[in-house]
């Protein structure tokens, strides 16, 4: 029972156009949202994250999206650019209460090329 | 500076042999946890450990025992391994996880285990 899934295996998108990788969960105790970048042989790295209270988090060309009601949120990357090819991992993780112990559930990620 | 580290890299073993993955983070964190990154790509959280008590054990094999000797250590250790252990193991850190919210994880670069 994958709660958090990343349904798109990838995405290809030409430099300085824009990337929408997204993401879809089923928990609705979920309130805080993270995204991953993972390059081959390396670790998952943090990206950018949202709480539940929010719909929209920017940091610099990345923003993440969130709505509640349709259990989604996306990732949009402006421009893109060949260092983003990777890839994307959405996770998610019940914050309220402290009970989670920074459990974080994740989706099965999405590759991105962004082709020069 | 590496910040996770993992050994080894990859680990190749026959069927019934026991096998110990070590992880180390120079972050000063209070909290790790060992993944497991399927063939399907999901990444799921094992274990988690706080201060040296753990704290998240999800549906693991008896045959998966993690050991902290102190924070800033946390290797994994399995008996009697099988094929379908055949996986990439990552380790990750945090700060300890609160009741407003968790911290960012900082995964090592992983660990892929082949069983024959």
Partial sequence: ????????????VQEGRISILNCDYTNSMFDYFLWYKKYPAEGPTFLIS?????????????????????????LHIVPSQPGDSAVYFCAASKTAGGTSYGKLTF?????????? | ????????KYLVTQMGNDKSIKCEQN?????????KQDS???LKIMFSYNNKELIINETVPNRFSPKSPDKAHLNLHINSLELG?????????????GLRGLYTQYFGPGTRLTVL
């Fill in chain 1, 1 to 12: 029972d994958q709660q958090v899934k990343q349904n798109s295996p990838s995405l290809s």
């Fill in chain 1, 50 to 74: 949202i709480s539940s209270i929010k719909d929209k988090n920017e940091d610099g060309r990345f923003t993440v999206f969130l709505n509640k009601s349709a259990k989604h949120l996306s």
């Fill in chain 1, 107 to 116: 989706g099965q990620g999405t590759i991105l090329t962004v082709h020069p």
């Fill in chain 2, 1 to 8: 500076d590496t910040a996770v580290s993992q050994t080894p």
């Fill in chain 2, 27 to 35: 972050l000063g964190h209070d909290t790790m946890y060992w993944y």
């Fill in chain 2, 40 to 42: 399907k790509k999901f």
């Fill in chain 2, 85 to 97: 252990d055949s996986a990439v193991y990552f380790c990750a850190s945090s700060q300890t996880p």
